[in-house]
């Protein structure tokens, strides 16, 4: 039988989109291996990447090739914390009263699937697919100290949030330290009202889910005879518990999260990754020892009191240390620049004395990111045998200037800058008379 | 008007007791010989090649290709660097926000209180803003600093100019615009209805029109607008001072200017996602348009026609553009400077040319906010805010390898600057703890 925790209700639908063995001849490629390949070729097939070599790729007739002498290439940018599709465009004011992202009702909510909430016709993840995003890892909000389990989706254009998911990618929990959580209750006269209340309400609920566990396991071996009950709640506890689903903490402060990882060896977990980790830069070690990724953006501080400490060398500081660092976006606008993302954090780090290389960089928002949410062998760099997700960029995938000229995903061309008829468009923007062109306004309308 | 005498009392001040007020400097001579200098004084950006740009006195004197710098010069070699102006963003909440989370450290807006229009942010800002000296070593000069809200159901009050110059004396131009806030997901605490907001905001210019400012106690029983505000209102036509109206749906948009039209204002659209809807109509009326070039997601039913090249079709149809970038609000103030830079790249991208996208962070926006007088170009006599720049301004990687405001080099010390040394790898092994280095 399966535990209850590894059970798959809303299995992926996903097919690939209609592909063609494609090369690309003549690029720069960063391969998000941490390889640099100048006036080099990359070949697809059957959505899988062949060979990237500055050597000459011999291909069978049939087989499409882009000359991209001049441009960029890498693979398709992950963005591991966003919150597309549930915190929705268009925004309305109903969503502030009850918005999809976080369900606000209590703090600990390690039941809810942020699957269910996601409207697939949003406007924004077509915006990110336009900046190269392939894969986004969709978040409930941090309101709540467990805030429910994410969901990995691939960044094609579906009527179901099921043919968006990513087939076998591992689920993840949400998890929040410090001032949200405790104001988002405390003010309402709830518990936590406190960070303290905060790590001994997840404490709790961690001690329950040991339980639970420990019945099942029990349940399995035969110790024990009657089959305990289903707890949603216990269940992604549960697999947290026995590394099946993986732990996103947002978190900012360094004290904070020192908390967390102790925490986290007492109950005998892995953090995958903290999100936001505005201070990681102080505690780069901690994240080396517990394989602990921090997730972060180039500049964002002092918006509250937690981010007051953001310093835009804090991707360059912790990955001088040798620990992970992967870009995230938390936003459909800066959903769509991620790449400059890292181009940014890189450019600081550089003026401050390190030595970062494009081909390093890149790591931010691919590989590093793939390992963040365990799909490092299937995504993130552009090895043979690994899907082709593929970004050809106009130039320096770091400059301002560049765009992503064409997005493959599973090697199909999801996106073409130059060719409307490949570039996805929502039905929320179908017949939208502040949408389309004026007499006199040149431009494709969005 | 008080700012002219302020500004030249400063003047005087700094010409004769410059030492005394601590900021020599800006009596220094300058020079920055080989600059690629975009002197912003023309409309192609005024570039200059090897560009020799003296300042004396706080001030431009002159910029000549290839001339030799004064003796009495200090010289700096920009080795072919780009030189501009000090930027300036056209819409931040600088020196009135800290920690915006903080209701205390947050002085931009009121919930409550008898104050509207009268509602004036320039006795609220802080001078020792840890966000300031950020700002400025951004390259950030100048910024709009405007209202958030009031209890008035379309007003937001009058925001300010400020020069980001250390030293306390930040307030440029107090009373720069006035600020009315149209339609948004706010509109249900607003009365409900956008006609409601347009029919209150015309009968208070209404008012304004007939109010009399030498007999202002009481007011008629059924005027809607209280004394103060009337009184504000007065004085905003009576000097001119721009109307700037934070709105992005098309037909509000047009409301606006036809409001201006009947009342002669000088309209500022902010925000203006649908902008583009009407370039041909903002352009004929001489509207100027404050953009955030990121804004390119139907985000609400007001920005349904969001678009990313929204500058570009803006500029094309000659419309005075400048920019702000909001990035969920916290790009807004906390990273003023870098983040403006970033979108009006992004805006270059999107197809609004290179001079266009630098006069957008310089002389536009000055001349929509009343400063241009004193700051906006490198030409004789324009105060010296001045960046030379270790690479392209407009791309985001790129950072000032040095800042001048008036004439003033600025430190390159921020807190985030002393949290990144303290913080240094070089420190890893350090045996003392981070709180014992600078």
């Known amino acids: 039988m399966t535990l209850p925790w590894l059970r798959d209700p809303w299995p992926s639908t996903y097919a690939p989109l209609p592909r063609q063995d494609t090369l690309i001849v003549g690029a720069t490629v960063l391969d998000g291996a941490g390889h640099r390949f100048d006036h080099a070729n990359l070949l697809m097939r059957d959505g899988k990447v062949v060979a990237v070599s500055t050597a000459p790729i011999a291909v069978p007739a049939g087989t499409t090739t882009i000359d991209a002498k001049g441009r960029w290439v890498t693979p398709g940018i992950i963005d591991v914390h966003s919150h597309d599709g549930a915190f929705a465009a268009p925004f309305t004011s109903l969503d502030l009263q009850a918005s999809d992202v976080s369900e606000t009702s209590e703090p600990m909510t390690p039941n809810v699937w942020v699957e269910h909430s996601i409207t697939v016709q949003d406007p924004s993840f077509a915006r990110a697919l336009a900046g190269g995003v392939t894969t986004l890892q969709i978040l409930p909000g941090s309101n709540n100290l467990i805030g429910g389990r994410s969901v990995v989706l691939k960044n094609v254009p579906a009527t179901t949030v099921q043919a968006m998911k990513f087939p076998g990618a591992p689920y993840g929990v949400k998890m929040a330290c410090g001032e949200n959580p405790k104001y988002a209750f405390g003010e309402k006269g709830k518990f936590p009202s406190s960070r303290m209340g905060n790590v001994a309400g997840v404490r709790e609920e961690f001690l329950e889910a040991q339980e639970y566990r420990g019945k099942w396991l029990d349940y399995l071996s035969g110790e024990r005879k009657k089959m305990p009950d289903d707890e949603l709640k216990e269940d992604t506890l549960a697999g947290v518990l026995d590394g099946s689903i993986r732990v996103h903490w947002h978190c900012y402060r360094a004290d904070d999260m020192a908390t967390l990882f102790d925490f986290a060896r007492e109950e005998g977990f892995r953090i995958a990754a903290f999100h936001h980790a505005v201070e990681a830069y102080k505690i780069p070690q901690l994240f080396v020892a517990n394989h602990t990724c921090a997730v972060v953006w180039s500049d964002w501080w002092g918006y509250k009191m937690e981010a007051l400490d953001g310093i835009r060398e804090n991707a360059a500081f912790v990955d001088a240390a040798g620990a992970c660092v992967a870009m995230h976006s938390d936003s459909p606008w800066l959903g769509q620049h991620l790449a400059l993302e890292a181009g940014k954090a890189a450019a600081a780090g550089r003026r401050a004395g390190l030595s970062i290389s494009p081909e390093h960089a890149i790591q931010w928002v691919t590989l590093n990111p793939a390992r963040v949410l365990g799909l490092e062998a299937r995504i993130g760099s552009l090895e043979p045998g690994k899907n082709a997700d593929v970004v050809l960029w106009s130039g320096d995938p770091f400059s301002v200037y560049t765009r992503a000229d064409q997005v493959f995903i599973d090697g199909a061309m999801v996106y073409d800058r130059s060719n409307p008829a490949h570039q996805p468009r929502s039905d929320f923007e179908l017949g939208q008379p502040s949408m389309t062109d004026r007499p006199g306004v040149s431009g494709n309308g969005h | ?438």
Not at chain 2, 209 to 223: E, I, L
Not at chain 2, 267 to 293: F, H, M, Q, T, Y
Not at chain 2, 371 to 397: C, N, R
């Open chain 2, 1 to 438: 008007m008080a700012t002219d005498k302020r500004r030249l009392f400063g003047c005087l001040l700094a010409a004769g007791l410059g030492l005394v007020l601590g900021d020599a400097t800006a009596a220094d001579v300058v020079a920055i010989v080989h600059a690629q200098a975009w002197t912003m004084t023309g409309a192609d950006g005024g570039r200059i090649d090897d560009a020799t740009i003296v300042i004396r006195d706080g001030r431009y004197e002159s910029v000549a290709r290839g001339a030799a710098p004064p003796p009495d010069a200090r010289v700096i070699d920009a080795a072919g660097r780009t030189v501009t102006p000090g930027l300036m963003n056209a819409d931040t909440q600088l020196g009135l926000v800290e920690v915006s989370s903080v209701p205390e450290t947050r002085d931009s807006g009121l919930n409550g209180g008898p104050l509207g229009a009268a509602f004036d942010v320039q006795y609220g800002l802080n001078a020792n803003s840890m966000l300031l000296p950020i700002a400025l070593d951004d390259g950030l000069t100048r910024a709009v600093t405007r209202p958030t809200a009031t209890a008035d159901p379309v007003f937001l009050g009058m925001g300010a100019v400020l020069r980001i110059q250390p030293g306390g004396d930040i307030l440029d131009r107090p009373r720069a615009a006035m600020y009315a806030g149209i339609g948004g997901i706010g509109i249900g605490q607003q009365g409900g209805s956008r006609s409601a907001q347009w029919q209150l905001l015309r009968n208070a210019f209404a008012e304004a029109k007939t109010f009399n400012p030498s007999r202002p106690v009481p007011a008629p029983r059924d005027q809607l607008q209280n004394v103060m505000n009337i009184a504000a209102l007065r004085a905003m036509l009576d000097a001119h001072m721009p109307l700037a109206v934070r709105a992005t749906r098309e037909s509000d948009i047009r409301q606006a200017v036809a409001l201006a039209a009947d009342y002669r204002l000088r309209l500022i659209v902010i925000g203006g996602s649908e902008a583009w809807r009407c370039a041909d109509l903002l352009a004929a009326n001489k509207v100027a348009v404050v953009l955030d070039p990121e804004a390119d997601i139907p985000w609400t039913f007001d920005d349904l026609g969001a678009r990313a090249d929204s500058a570009a079709l803006l500029a094309k149809a000659g419309v005075t553009i400048a920019f702000t970038v909001s990035g969920n609000t916290i790009q807004l103030s906390h990273n003023a400077g870098s983040a403006v830079r970033e979108g009006a790249g992004l805006a270059v991208a999107n197809g609004l040319p290179y001079a266009d996208a630098l006069m957008a962070l310089t002389v536009n926006p000055a001349r929509m906010f009343g400063i241009a007088d004193h700051y906006g170009s490198m030409a004789k006599g324009q105060d010296a805010d001045l960046v030379v720049w270790d690479g392209d301004p407009l791309e985001p990687t790129s950072a000032p390898k040095t800042v001048f405001v008036r004439g003033v080099q600025a430190s390159r010390t921020t807190r985030q600057t002393l949290l990144r040394d303290r913080y240094a790898p070089s420190h890893a092994h350090d045996p003392l703890p981070p709180a014992y280095r600078p």
